[in-house]
Structure formats: C-alpha cells, structure tokens
C-alpha cells in the first residue's frame, strides 16, 4: 500500500529502513489439551529483500511463529507490523484482503486445486486481487511459470504433475501478486534432494535477482545453512 | 466470469454425478410439489362445481327474526321471556330494486329471484313430497348450468311453457313419467295443479334428482298462492366464487337482507377443501423439504472433501463472503437444474392427466397448469435449495486454515 510510516504510542515503530516485518513481544498460549504457552515474547524483525530462516526441532513454536507472521493466525498478545502497518486486530475480511495482496504462500504439501489447470492455480489469487484484466493475469501467470521452468505443463492439471513440479507452481502461484513477503512452511518438507535444490535454487534467485523477502520454516539444514540470515527457536524462544 | 463462480463451475462439473443426483432430487421434488397442488385445484374444483349446480354463490333472503324480550329490566326477576319465531311473511319487498342494487355492484355476475315450494308429486293414491324451484330459466341456466345435467328434454322448452315441468330424474323413475307425459302436483298450500314435463335433469346427487323440479317463477308463486311480487330468495353469482363471503358481507348491509354465501351454508365441503389442501400441501412440501435435505448432504460432503482447497483460497486472500458465494452458487445451479427440469415433468404429468379419461359426468380429468401454482413451486424450490447451501457454506466459511495445515 504505502511505505509511511506509522507510530504507535504504546509499542516501538517500526522505521522505514528496509524493515518490512517486525514483531514486538509476541506470546501465545495453546488451551486444549492443557494451557501452554508456546511463544514468549517473540520480537523480530525481517528486511527486504532477506531470505530468512526459521528452524528448531519439533514443538519449538517456529511453525506457530509463522503463522502469526502469516496473519492467518489472529489469537495471539502482542504486535506484528507488516510493511509498517499494523496487523493485530485487524478483521479477518481486512486480513484476507492483505494476505492477498501482500504475501505469497508455499506450504509443504503443495497444496494446489486439484480441478483446476496449474496455469489456472497460479491465475487464482490475481483473479481475486482483480486489478488486471483476465487477459494480462494470464499471460503473467504464464510467463512466471515459464521462470520456473514449468510453461510446458502450464495447461495440465495440477494433480498429474510430480511434487517437485507441483511445488514450484505453488512458488509461481506465491509470486503472481508481486507479494511484499514469501512465507514458506517447510516448502522442501516434502520433496527429495533434487527438488529441495530446484526450490531453493528458485528461493535464492527470486532473493538475490529479484529483490524478493522470503521466510521459511524448515528443519532441514541444507537449506538453512544456504540462507542469508537464520533464526533459531527453542521452547518458545528466539536463541539466536 | 468472476473467480468465485468460475472455482463454483469447476466443482460442479468435477462431481458431475454428485450435482445430478442431487439435482434429480430437486426435479422430482419440484414436479410432485406443482402437480400435486394442480391436483387439489382441480379436485376443489369439481367439488365446488358440484356444489354450485345446487346452490348459487350468494343467496339473500329474509330471515327468521327472533321475538325479543319487551323489557330490559335486571331488577324485575318475574318477567317470563320466551322468545319465538316472529310470525310475519318472509318475502323480499320490492324484489325488483333489490335485484338492481345487487347488480350495481361490480363483481355480481348473475342475480336471479327464485320461489321455492315445498309440494307433493302425485301419482294415484301415492305422494312424493318434492321442492318445485320457480325460476327464471335462462338466468338460472347461467347460474346453475341447468342444461349441462338435462338427460332427456329440452330445458329451453321451459321459457315458452307456463305450464312447464323439468323433474330430477329420480322422480322420472319412481313415477315413470317421461318428456310429455302430465304430473299432477299438489302444493303445501293447497294448490292443485298439472304440469307437463319438459325435460329430466340428472345430478348425480339422489337428494336432489328424487325431489327437485324447476318450474316458471309464476308457476310457483301460484303455488303458494302469491302475487308476481313474491319473492322469497335472490341468487346472485359473482366473478370470483371465493370472494363470496366478502361480497355477502358488503350485500347484506346494502339490501338490509341476509346474505349468505356459499361458505356459510356449504361448510362441509369448505371443511373437506381445507383439508384435502393441508394434507397434500403438507407432502409435497415435505417431499420437496427432503430434496432439499439431499442438497444439503451432498455440500456438506464437498465441503469436507475440499476443506483443504478452502483452507488454501483463504490463505491466499478469499475471505468469508467469497466461500460463502462459491457454495452458494453451487447450491443455487444445483437448485436451477432442478426447478428447470421440475417445471417440465410437472408439465408432462399434467399433460398426461388431462388426456386420461375417468368417464362419468366427468369426462376427462379436470386439471389445469395452473400458474400461480408453478409459480410458487420455483420460488419455493429456489428457497430451499439456497437454505439447502447455505449452512455448509457458513460452515466453510467458518474454516480455521491454521487449523487445516496443522494436521
């Protein structure tokens, strides 16, 4: 939207110095089946154009984490501030409406609609965005699919493709709306060292060519040692 | 297209099976619905033209008045009150303006005077008692359709024959009288007098065919031994039978007479109409309700089955409102398959019975398209399919994506 910045009396502003995301003293607490608090007083920030890591064994919140960060997850104390607006307590229509604006999503499960055409699934979140015309989303949807690598399977249906195809039309997908942010839940989870290469190779490039902000949650350290800065998460806390 | 119909489309033709079942369900629901009301129609229908061959949709006459007590006094507890009928002739006066009112008012169709006398039908030593009806034949034809029940005669052969006598075909058989033979007819007041007959009606209900003749409305004044001024009953029809109650009403403060509708003195059958209308309302809305239960299975199952894609297109930005509408529309689509082709079967079934032929008076099933009745099926069936998609809509619109992913 803007890159004003916006105070905030209460909690720390965030400034305009390439800061995209930040978070100041993020907890949560998980209820069922006893309370637990699974984040302590999380406060972070994220530059532009970072491909950043977040790893830590199981259980040690960076997946929670991330979805805070995502702004699908809206039950948690705290601040987070995305591109120098704040996103807590925002409503969820006015979340969507961001979230499809401004960040793209990889998930470990590639998670494509299987009806439709990959080219279609990469076309969805502009489609919804609807600030181009079907025509012009089409050819850009095209033409990140054809970044990728993937213009020959542009018209197949995501379903027959294999996973590590699959998950770089998640990547195009991510990309189509020229998003603030990437967010990754462990995009190469899934896939074997080929593909984990191919996805971070991508992750880089659209990093490092493209000015492009990534963060992943991954365990796996390849991938993390690769990446230009890493945060490690222990119990609910960052140690490093 | 906008994107939220477009995923709605791919749904529908991904489970084509899934949406014809449910659609076949809402046709056939749809179908029973509008032919089964068509159906009540057209019962009441027959039911109340049977009615209306006996009794016109309106009848003013003068009724009884009831003796009141002189005086109004709750301190003198040894007055004896006995209320009687007031002894007084029940005429109309001046029929003939009171027939002018009445036809002043705009949803008046016919208004005919009529005398009835209560008379015996004589034949040798024995006696049937009987009702001679005085009328005017052609304005009671319009009213009664008189002619549509003639067996034998000529009903119009009344017009130019004072001494006319068309009889129910039940007194035809007993007193074997046939077109031309003589009847010999002695009325409750003593008046004796032979008739000819004209012609033998048949009603096909034995009360009225074994005492009821029509005769000129002179003939039975003479019977009663009145003047041409003697009136003691005005019919009158109207454009629409089941206004009749509202038009009695605004008749009876007009004319200062009682009016009373075909409702008041047909309550029976006004009861049976009622009932025969709750009891197929009832299936059919059921019928239709269990259709739409079969919609509402069926989303709810493609709800589930895609509560990873619906995880996902919130994740990447459709909100609430945007799920909501891709079920609906699903649901909607599902709906309008169905009514589409619910309209047409129900078209065919009517058809189908309209051509069947039950025989009797009757002659081929009665049924019409009745419009309003398609109308409302569509309308309805519409309602319920949106109800039908509506809850598993609210449902994935509800979907925690956190919560999908988490597994």
Known sequence: MNNDIITNSTASPPRDNGIILSTTNIDKYFYDPIEFQVLKNVSFEVKKSELLTIVGKSGSGKSTLLYILSTMDTDYKGQLYIDGQIMTNLSIDQLAAIRNEKIGFVFQFHYLLAEFTCLKNVMIPALRLGKLSEKEIEAKAYHRLEMLGLADQALKPASKLSGGQQQRVAIARALINDPLIIMGDEPTGNLDSKNTGIVFDTFRELSHNYGQTIIAVTHDEDFAGKSDRIVEMKDGEIIS | ?407
């Not at chain 2, 003479?222 to 008749?251: C, H, M, R």
């Not at chain 2, 895609?306 to 891709?326: E, P, Q, T």
């Not at chain 2, 009797?360 to 399919?385: A, H, M, S």
Request: overall charge positive; charged content about 20%.
């Open chain 2, 1 to 407: 297209m906008n994107i939220n119909t477009d995923i709605a489309k791919t749904y529908i033709l991904a489970g084509k099976k899934q949406t014809a079942v449910a659609a076949l369900g809402v046709l056939l629901g749809m179908s029973i619905y509008i032919f089964m009301n068509c159906l009540i129609m057209a019962l009441d229908r027959s039911v109340t033209t049977n009615v209306f061959k006996n009794t016109s949709h309106i009848r003013v006459y003068n009724d009884d008045k009831i003796s009141k007590e002189l005086v109004k006094d709750d301190h003198s507890k040894y007055i004896i009150v006995n209320p009687k009928v007031v002894p007084r002739s029940n005429t109309i006066i001046d029929p003939q303006m009171v027939s002018a009112t009445i036809l002043k008012q705009k949803e008046v169709a016919v208004v005919t005077p009529q005398v009835n006398a209560p008379l015996f039908y004589n034949n040798g030593k024995s006696q049937i008692s009987g009702l001679a009806v005085g009328i005017k034949p052609s304005e009671a034809n319009i009213m009664y359709d008189i002619k549509s029940t003639m067996v034998d005669g000529d009903f119009e052969a009344l017009k130019t024959n004072p001494s006319g006598i068309v009889i129910g075909a039940g007194i035809s058989e007993k007193m074997n009288l046939s077109v031309g033979d003589n009847l010999n007819v002695t009325s409750a007041k003593g008046v004796n007098r032979t008739y000819k007959v004209m012609g033998i009606f048949k009603t096909n209900i034995s009360a009225l065919d074994k005492t009821k003749s029509y005769v000129n409305l002179a003939s039975a004044q003479q019977l009663q031994k009145e003047g041409a001024s003697y009136i003691t009953d005005i019919n009158v029809n109207i454009t629409n039978p089941d206004d009749a109650i509202k038009v009695s009403e605004v008749l009876a403060q007009l004319t200062g007479y009682k009016a009373e509708s075909w409702q008041e003195s047909s309550e029976s059958v006004v009861a049976a109409n009622k009932m025969r209308a709750i009891v197929m309302t009832l299936v059919s809305s059921l019928i239709l309700l269990v259709a739409g239960f079969g919609i509402y299975n069926i989303l709810n199952m493609t709800v589930s089955q895609k509560i990873n894609d619906i995880a996902i297109l919130k994740a990447i930005g459709f909100k609430g409102k945007d799920v909501v509408r891709i079920f609906i529309t699903q649901a909607l689509t599902i709906g309008a398959v169905g009514v589409i082709g619910g309209v047409f079967l129900a078209i065919i079934l009517v058809t189908i019975l309209r051509n069947t032929y039950v025989g009797g008076d009757i002659g081929y099933f009665p049924i019409n398209y009745e419009g309003r009745k398609f109308v409302q099926g569509v309308v309805f069936g519409l309602v319920i399919t949106f109800l039908a998609g509506y809850f598993p809509a609210k449902k994935a619109a509800r979907v925690d994506p956190v919560a999908i992913f988490r597994k």
